[in-house]
């Protein structure tokens, strides 16, 4: 009887096992034998999602489990496709568009709004919890790129007004809105997500509240990327940035265009504040990542892959191609922090340095002496 009730018992445990390394792969890899977690994701070979107007993919921790932080929404939108007036509980959204031209609406908890044009190169931020559309103008599709602060999002858990409306009892709507059940109806019985109808956009200024009175925000939500200076340059290489110094209203997030030359480097670093996010842009390139106690991966990320480097670990991208590449970056800290290897070493001295790195003085004295942002 004991060795029956012994051998269930093994079996079980051995179940809770199996069981638990099957739901943490990653940390199963980790405990077993230090393997690391993929920090490059094939997002560019991900299948799309198609709508009537409009398509989308996603990536987040269920497919890319280190992107705890972060997790990313591609989206397209035919001229006149609206992507429904929504707004997400868990996330706020920033958002960069590829190519085209959109509109956003973004409504504030004072009631106060934002009709703008969003074109490529330019980006928007969205609190969380605020209410927001976006448009599709044309001409040609609207290509964009969702980051939202939190890795477990999915556009799935969007709350979107048709589901809302369409989920709550007609009698409920039909007294909240002042429509007739007949009116109430007519609406969508289900989500729209995106929906193709007339009228087609017109010109901004024509796009105005339907309430009278209603205000204009007076902190704006957009902001063109593209056309900012570039924070740091070296021999054709630059970083473009929009954190909360550039565009205070992303306070709890930061954006930049990172373009690498042919050979170049945006060279070793960390941030100590937050968790990073890429998309390759155009290109392709190398992300070196060091995650402590002798672990450290090398990636290869090409044209509309991600890319993700946990909080603190060491890193630097390499472009080894023969054309030059572009990388969207994204932060969940409005605040910009980095340290380059190059700083760490220079504000060192060389005593220091030299028994650190076990060489004499007169080599010491060779190594970086400034802090640089490229190695070209
Ligand atoms: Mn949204
Ligand atoms: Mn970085």
Do not use: C
């Not at 570039?230 to 992303?250: M, T, V, W």
């Amino acid at each position: 009887m004991r060795r029956i009730l012994a051998a269930l018992v093994g079996t079980l445990v051995a179940a809770v096992l199996l069981i638990n390394a099957l739901l943490h792969p990653a940390q199963a890899g980790m405990a077993g034998g230090g393997s690391l977690p993929a920090f490059g994701f094939p997002f560019s070979q991900q299948p799309l999602t198609r709508y009537d107007g409009g398509t989308t993919k996603q990536v987040g921790t269920y497919n890319f489990p280190v992107s705890e932080g972060m997790a990313g929404v591609y989206m397209t939108l035919e001229p006149g496709a609206l992507r429904e007036m929504h707004w997400h509980a868990f996330a706020a959204e920033w958002a960069y568009v590829i190519e085209g031209r959109t509109r956003i609406t973004l409504t504030s908890p004072e009631g106060e709004v934002q009709i703008a044009d969003v074109d490529a190169g330019g980006l928007w931020y969205f609190p969380r919890g605020w209410g927001h559309s976006i448009e599709g103008l044309g001409p040609g599709t609207a290509k964009f790129l969702l980051v939202m602060n939190n890795g477990t999002f999915k556009e799935g858990s969007t709350f979107s007004l048709t589901d809302w409306i369409s989920r709550t009892p007609l009698a409920w709507v039909s007294q909240d809105l002042g429509l007739s059940p007949a009116q109430v109806q007519q609406l969508p019985q289900r989500q729209v997500y995106i929906s193709r109808k007339p009228p087609a956009p017109g010109p901004l200024a024509q796009a105005q509240p339907r309430g009278a009175g209603v205000k204009a925000m007076a902190q704006s939500h957009v902001f063109d990327l593209k056309a900012q200076p570039p924070r740091f340059a070296r021999d054709g290489s630059e970083l473009r940035l929009a954190s909360a110094k550039e565009f205070p209203a992303s306070f709890n997030m930061t954006g930049a265009i990172i373009h690498l030359e042919p050979g170049a480097m945006r060279a070793m670093h960390w941030h100590p504040n937050a968790d990073e996010w890429q998309y390759v842009l155009d290109g392709s390139y190398e992300l070196s990542v060091f995650a402590a106690q002798g672990q450290a991966s090398v990636s290869k990320l090409r044209e509309g892959d991600v890319g993700y480097v946990p909080m603190g670990y060491g890193h630097a991208l390499r472009n080894g191609g023969s054309t030059p590449t572009d990388v969207l970056v994204v932060f969940n800290n409005g605040d910009y922090q980095s340290i380059n290897l190059s700083e760490w070493l220079a504000s060192n001295p060389t005593s220091v340095v030299a028994n650190n790195l076990q060489i004499p003085p007169a080599l010491a004295d060779r190594l970086p002496k400034r802090d640089a942002d490229f190695a070209p």
